[in-house]
């Protein structure tokens, strides 16, 4: 999910200050961000006293990752079509703005809860992350995301749409049983190869399972 970070800095160099015409209310920011079972998770976005509805059906969630990480948009495009997409309406401001709403949704809403803290070293300096192979894709993957919910809970995705929120969404797909179809094929594409003498057969069955399930290239968490 590269552009996340990127595609805003692109457009708008950020300021210090705060922005008085675009926030979320302090109860919004809190329950967003923590998966909370004593509340209801937000879906409400306020924008210069106006209260928006967002979208957080997980389908259309997924569309909306999928305009973030289009190559084929401008950054300036992402960034409209992101809001919209969200929001399902334009919004009448200028584009450092739409950046800053843009980024709001992105951070207390899409990835609300999975905010993994910084790596320091011993001078407490934030150490740069290191690009790691994903385990798993949305949309290659997704055959086995629709049967491992099926299997595990029960649930048809396709009937879930538009009414099963992202949130529990990623909570649903994040601890699923092992024996479902796509924890195992997560163990095969991270199954490191076994040593030792006597086990080339095991080797070669586990390098043709690795190749059957591999991710496309170029994928990066």
């Not at 299997?151 to 009937?159: K, P, R, T």
């Amino acid at each position: 999910m590269g552009c996340f970070s990127s595609c805003s800095e692109g457009i708008a160099k950020k300021d210090s200050g705060s922005y008085e015409g675009v926030w979320l209310e302090k109860r919004t920011q809190s329950s967003v961000i923590m998966f909370n079972l004593s509340e209801k998770l937000e879906t409400r976005l306020e924008i210069d006293d106006r209260e928006y509805e967002v979208d957080m059906s997980f389908d259309n969630v997924m569309l909306f990752l999928d305009v973030v990480e289009d190559p084929s948009l401008t950054d300036v495009e992402r960034v409209y079509y992101g809001i919209y997409t969200l929001l399902g309406t334009e919004l009448n401001l200028e584009m450092d703005d739409q950046v800053k709403v843009f980024e709001a949704l992105v951070e207390h809403f899409v990835h609300g809860g999975d905010k993994r803290e910084a790596t320091v070293d011993l001078e407490g300096n934030v150490m740069p992350e290191a690009e790691t192979q994903p385990t798993y894709d949305l949309k290659h993957d997704a055959q086995y995301i629709y049967s491992s919910f099926r299997q595990a809970y029960g649930i048809n995705l396709f009937e879930e749409q538009g009414r099963l929120d992202w949130r529990e969404f990623k909570a649903l797909l994040r601890d699923l049983p092992d024996d479902t179809k796509l924890k195992q094929v997560i163990d095969i594409r991270v199954r490191p190869y076994p040593k030792g003498k006597g086990m080339s057969e095991e080797r070669r069955r586990l390098k043709e399972l690795k190749r059957h399930y591999a991710l496309p290239e170029g994928m990066v968490e």
